[in-house]
């Protein structure tokens, strides 16, 4: 069998997460709503319904545009894309063709190996969602409510070569958006779409295969298995001496199939012209610069900065930087922390997120403060908890919102230090086990950890581990020679 080749380029739809569509002022996020109630003359297509565009979709629209590297058009301009078909009431959807808000620009990313990855854009535009349709028996139903919400629709070069590249792609992009608050990114609820094209060629052949393209792709796991599906469908036709031919291809998530919708159109199908109805989008140097300042550290760029300044662990790093908050959560405890930031990383990874992980909430919901871990680490140190204390105080302390040195002192958590008290055990102990006391100045040294574990088991985890060992090394040897 001939070794081949796979191209994959993908087209994304993300839905901003404006507060009104994107030229008239129905409610964006309609999610639930019982159909056609968030709708107007506008966004129905009413004929003679004028649209506005909407400021916040043009700024987040840009946002993407400076994360994404893309240079920006200055002007750029809506068009109308001519179709007919039941979930798109005006006849056209406004979208921008010729013009757009950004050209070119690259996501970088690592693979899971650490292997770096950069997917060209070839642009971005702003445009609007149409809607949605349903078959109840022969009656076909319209819902109007996603019409006219903004989209920002991106198209990569094609740049990755593997289903597991193109669901990596999908997987930092869907943590860049939420990083930087400009979509909520759920591929469950649509916020993110993505169509694939998909070719093949043996390899070393220079021309790229015929491409056909996936729709309707609706998870990260549907990226992968779609994409591996449709490169062995190729494969087989190639094998078999058949040709690809050029199709637009449906996803079916249920059945796990891959369906031919139709033969794939060209831009020349939709008859694009400028809309009349709206002005050029202009953006001035100011509201650029404005933008710019509002950036945030890219979640790429944390990573690295994680690993060489703070000296985390690549994995470490990897993890923290999932998404934004948990990366400014652990960057501020190891700030008031003030030393040793894998030791918070640890406490960070282990105790915190597994609560985020338990009780399946993000960082932002915690009650525990950074400062309060910081705290934590700190009373372990000082020994005036022990670990395996902290770790339980790291949930007391987010059930109750409470400070961890006053719930220390509340619940009598504090481990005991004052040497009378351990050293009375200690004897008790001791005197209790002759025959271990035999054994050990016998020469059974690593008998002593057995008798830590006694004192421990006594003082219910409170005696101060280290303490009690030299207390009963005393003891015992006290007893040498009787
Ligand atoms: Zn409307
Ligand atoms: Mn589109």
Redesign the pocket.
């Given at each position: 069998m001939a070794e081949y080749e796979v191209t994959i380029g993908l087209e994304t739809h993300i839905q901003l997460n404006t507060i009104t569509?994107a030229f008239?002022?129905?409610k964006a996020d309609s999610w639930g709503d019982a159909p056609n109630t968030?709708?107007?003359?506008?966004?129905?297509g009413l004929p003679g319904a004028l649209p506005a565009a909407n400021k916040a979709m043009v700024e987040k629209a840009l946002i993407l545009c400076l994360a994404m590297n893309a240079d920006i058009n200055m002007t750029s301009f809506f068009d109308r894309k001519n179709y007919l078909y039941a979930d798109l009431p005006a006849g056209y959807q406004i979208t921008q063709n010729d013009k757009p808000i950004g050209i070119g620009g690259y996501l970088d990313f690592q693979m899971d190996d650490g292997r770096p990855v950069r997917v060209r854009i070839d642009n971005l535009h702003m445009e609007e969602d149409a809607g949605k349709t349903r078959n109840e028996g022969d009656i076909r139903l319209i819902d109007m409510n996603r019409?006219?919400v903004p989209l920002v629709e991106m198209v990569t070069q094609p740049d990755m070569h593997s289903a597991d590249e193109a669901a990596t792609y999908l997987i930092k992009l869907r943590q860049l958006l939420r990083w930087l608050g400009i979509s909520e990114a759920n591929m469950e609820k649509a916020h993110l779409r993505c169509d694939a094209n998909v070719s093949i060629r043996p390899k070393g052949q220079v021309k790229l295969g015929k491409k056909c393209e996936i729709k309707n792709i609706n998870s990260i796991e549907a990226v992968r298995t779609a994409i591996n599906y449709e490169i062995q469908r190729q494969i087989k036709e190639v094998e078999a001496g058949n040709e690809i031919e050029q199709w637009t291809i449906e996803w079916d998530n249920d059945a796990l199939e891959l369906r031919k919708m139709r033969s794939k159109e060209t831009a020349a199908d939709y008859r694009y012209f400028r809309e009349p109805n709206l002005m050029p989008v202009v953006i001035s140097e100011e509201f650029l610069q404005s933008v710019k300042e509002g950036m945030p550290e890219l979640p790429l760029a944390r990573q690295k900065r994680f690993e060489t300044e703070l000296g985390l662990p690549a994995y470490d790093a990897s993890i923290l930087t999932a998404d934004r908050e948990t990366s400014e959560f652990f960057e501020e405890a190891a700030k008031v922390y003030g030393e040793d930031n894998k030791r918070v990383s640890n406490w960070m990874m282990n105790e915190v997120l597994r609560i985020v992980n338990e009780k399946g909430i993000g960082v932002a919901e915690l009650k525990i403060t950074p400062s309060n871990l910081a705290d934590i680490i700190r009373l372990v140190d000082k020994k005036t908890i022990n670990t395996t204390t902290g770790k339980t105080l790291v949930d007391k302390v987010n059930d109750s919102g409470k400070d961890p040195a006053a719930l220390v002192k509340e619940l009598g958590l504090g481990l005991v230090s004052d040497d009378s008290i351990i050293r009375e055990v200690c004897e008790k102990i001791v005197a209790n086990s002759p025959k271990e006391k035999a054994l050990y100045l016998g020469g059974k040294e690593t008998l002593i950890g057995w008798f830590v574990g006694q004192v421990m088991r006594e003082m219910r985890g409170k005696a101060d581990p280290e303490l009690a060992k030299t207390i009963l090394e005393s003891v015992l040897k006290a007893g040498e020679g009787n």
């Open positions: 569509k008239c002022s129905c968030n709708i107007c003359p506008v966004c129905s019409c006219g």
